[in-house]
């Protein structure tokens, strides 16, 4: 399975139509991607849920960690119980933040995933302009994965070939954002993260499956 599904906010008190939602879809998808405002509104409460729903799942703390080692390492360990895998920023840098959150989280048995440039056009201002360095951070860390923009197909290619293979690509930006199902994969993602198009539809299952469908689709047609 590539596709990876992104909650990030809730309209309930309990977070319960977000557990519901998620019940639904687990066997469809390799991952729940868990942002932060859904995090504020609701603590590690929400990751414990999902986790008890989605226990085959790859669960990811979309916190987009962005400080010293030490401060990271206290946050990520509030989550550590629930949760697979940790968002963090690449451009803080190694030493001092990145070397020591990669060796708390390899540790623990947690995964590591920098973010390499994002899918919003104000990721082109600096995180696109310092791809080269950004590449090097990474490849100084070895996170198990990196974020890469669905939107900018060309990024994704620039950083699979700087990183080679064994770093898995999670691109974001398909649905609501513009890319369409599958063009990540074709141009060297692993996995693609859809959110709104999924957590907003009257019909999460079939728009899930549509995706799914897409992805198919248009990979079949670009590995001919």
Not at 22 to 37: D, F, Q, R, W
Not at 94 to 122: Q, W
Not at 188 to 199: H, K, L, M, P, S
């Amino acid at each position: 399975m590539t596709l990876i599904v992104a909650f990030d906010r809730s309209s309930s008190k309990d977070g319960k139509e977000v557990i519901g939602t998620i019940s639904k879809i687990c066997n469809m998808v390799s991952g729940v991607k868990l942002g932060i405002p859904l995090f504020a509104k609701h603590g590690a409460t929400i990751a414990r849920e999902v986790r008890e729903v989605c226990r085959n799942n790859m669960i990811i703390a979309d916190l987009k960690l962005a400080d010293i080692g030490d401060i990271m390492i206290s946050t990520a360990e509030v989550l550590l119980p629930h949760v697979d895998a940790f968002i963090a920023h690449s451009f803080i840098g190694r030493e001092g933040a990145l070397d020591d959150l990669k060796s708390y989280l390899d540790s623990r048995g947690s995964k590591l995933i920098l973010v390499a440039s994002m899918s919003h056009k104000g990721s082109t201002e600096v995180y696109d302009k310092e791809i080269d360095s950004i590449a090097s951070v990474i490849k100084g860390i070895n996170p198990w994965g990196i974020v890469a923009p669905a939107t900018r197909p060309e990024v994704i290619g620039r950083l699979r070939e700087s990183l080679g293979k064994e770093i898995k690509i999670l691109s974001p930006g398909v649905g609501v954002q513009g890319a369409k199902p599958g063009v990540a994969l074709c141009n060297g993602a692993d996995f693609e993260i859809v959110g709104r198009y999924i957590t907003n539809s009257s019909n999460p299952v079939e728009t899930t499956k549509l995706i799914i469908y897409e992805q198919k689709r248009r990979l079949d047609k670009c590995r001919r």
